[in-house]
């Protein structure tokens, strides 16, 4: 566990870093983590803006922060100011959460691992039948969630995006299971899917509506919709009522401070019911 200190003395100090920050829900998940482990330590939010990051990873070799989830709009840029990367952080080329090893900064990507543990504790055993997805988007949280697809074996990924440059890119980066998709030819993609995933901003509070045609979706189907604003997204919605076996992206931001909280104060947390429904009321109290 990582000795740096917060300045009341008190244990590990942590953070999470954006710009801006003040929608982040994790200050509340770290914090109620450490209260109900009765540790010693913090985790506040931190607005840096981008010409300031690398004063922030200063403070971080400095010891101020033993550690710190990062968010938009730092995710790529600050790779360079790091030691080195976790294998998925390198293959995603993101990074979401920063922790000690020895004087080294170590950039982790846990959104993968996030999104891969709900889908476990919501649809267990999802993998055994899954040979084809379908993701849409192509932007930072696609680029982690096909990551962890392929990771689990998934035969076809089919990839559409509104901008087919971005869908095309991943494909060369991820290799020959990742096939690009025009984004008007995703409803012809969803009767050969097994697992579906949204990974743009679209169906989010303030955003457009996702328009997807789900009447030839497979019985069966995981429908994964990664927006966590509303809860219930309309694609979920719509999917649960044929059938299909929904998983929201509330989990996937629960179960990805996992990582960081391991690393920092030296315990596995376990995401909770209580954790859920505090989080939950938080999101569904947001203006
Ligand atoms: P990015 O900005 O990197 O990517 C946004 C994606 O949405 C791109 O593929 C973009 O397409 C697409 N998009 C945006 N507007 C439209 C539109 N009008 N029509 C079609 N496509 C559109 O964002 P992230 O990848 O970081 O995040 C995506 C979503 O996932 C957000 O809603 C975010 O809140 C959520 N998220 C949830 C997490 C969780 O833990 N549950 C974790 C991380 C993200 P194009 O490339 O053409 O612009």
Same mark, same amino acid.
């Given at each position: 566990?990582?000795?740096?200190?917060?300045?009341?003395?008190?244990?590990?100090?942590c953070c999470v870093i954006g710009h801006p920050v003040n929608q982040s829900r994790s200050p509340l998940i770290h914090g109620y983590w450490?209260?109900?482990?009765?540790?010693?330590?913090s985790y506040e939010r931190l607005d840096v803006a981008?010409?300031?990051?690398?004063?922030f990873?200063?403070?971080?070799?400095?010891?101020?922060f033993?550690g710190a989830n990062v968010t938009v709009p730092h995710k790529?840029?600050i790779?360079?100011?790091?030691?080195?990367?976790?294998?998925?952080?390198?293959?995603?080329?993101?990074v979401n959460t920063v922790?000690?090893?020895?004087?080294?900064?170590?950039?982790?990507?846990s959104d993968?691992?996030g999104?891969? &543990?709900? !889908?476990? $504790?919501? =649809?267990?055993?999802?993998?055994?039948?899954? /040979?084809?997805? #379908?993701? %849409?988007?192509?932007?930072g949280a696609?680029?982690?969630?096909?990551?962890?697809?392929?990771?689990?074996?998934?035969?076809?990924?089919?990839?559409?995006?509104?901008?087919?440059?971005?869908?095309?890119?991943?494909?060369?980066?991820?290799?020959?299971?990742?096939?690009?998709?025009?984004?008007?030819?995703?409803?012809?993609?969803?009767?050969? &899917?097994? !697992?579906? $995933?949204? =990974?743009?901003?679209?169906?989010m509070k303030? /955003?457009?509506? #996702?328009? %997807?045609?789900?009447?030839?979706?497979?019985?069966?189907?995981?429908?994964?919709?990664i927006v966590y604003v509303?809860?219930?997204?309309?694609?979920?919605?719509?999917?649960?009522?044929?059938?299909?076996?929904?998983?929201?992206g509330l989990?996937m931001l629960l179960h990805q401070a996992?990582?960081g909280f391991?690393?920092?104060?030296?315990?596995?947390?376990?995401?909770?019911?209580?954790l859920?429904?505090l989080v939950q009321?938080d999101v569904?109290a947001a203006p």
């Amino acid at each position: 566990m990582n000795q740096s200190r917060n300045p009341s003395g008190r244990g590990p100090r942590c953070c999470v870093i954006g710009h801006p920050v003040n929608q982040s829900r994790s200050p509340l998940i770290h914090g109620y983590w450490l209260e109900k482990h009765g540790l010693a330590g913090s985790y506040e939010r931190l607005d840096v803006a981008p010409e300031a990051l690398p004063d922030f990873v200063g403070m971080m070799r400095n010891g101020l922060f033993a550690g710190a989830n990062v968010t938009v709009p730092h995710k790529q840029d600050i790779i360079p100011l790091l030691d080195s990367l976790t294998e998925a952080a390198t293959a995603i080329g993101a990074v979401n959460t920063v922790y000690r090893e020895g004087d080294r900064l170590v950039g982790e990507n846990s959104d993968v691992t996030g999104f891969l &543990a709900h !889908l476990d $504790a919501s =649809a267990a055993g999802w993998d055994r039948n899954c /040979q084809a997805a #379908l993701v %849409l988007g192509a932007g930072g949280a696609a680029r982690g969630i096909i990551h962890g697809l392929l990771s689990r074996g998934i035969t076809q990924v089919h990839v559409a995006n509104r901008d087919p440059a971005r869908a095309e890119a991943l494909a060369r980066a991820f290799g020959p299971r990742v096939m690009p998709l025009g984004w008007d030819l995703r409803n012809d993609a969803v009767a050969g &899917a097994d !697992l579906i $995933a949204n =990974a743009t901003s679209l169906g989010m509070k303030g /955003q457009p509506r #996702l328009e %997807l045609d789900l009447r030839r979706l497979r019985p069966g189907c995981i429908v994964d919709d990664i927006v966590y604003v509303p809860l219930e997204t309309d694609l979920l919605r719509m999917a649960r009522d044929r059938g299909a076996v929904t998983v929201d992206g509330l989990g996937m931001l629960l179960h990805q401070a996992v990582a960081g909280f391991t690393r920092w104060f030296g315990i596995v947390p376990q995401v909770t019911p209580e954790l859920r429904a505090l989080v939950q009321r938080d999101v569904e109290a947001a203006p």
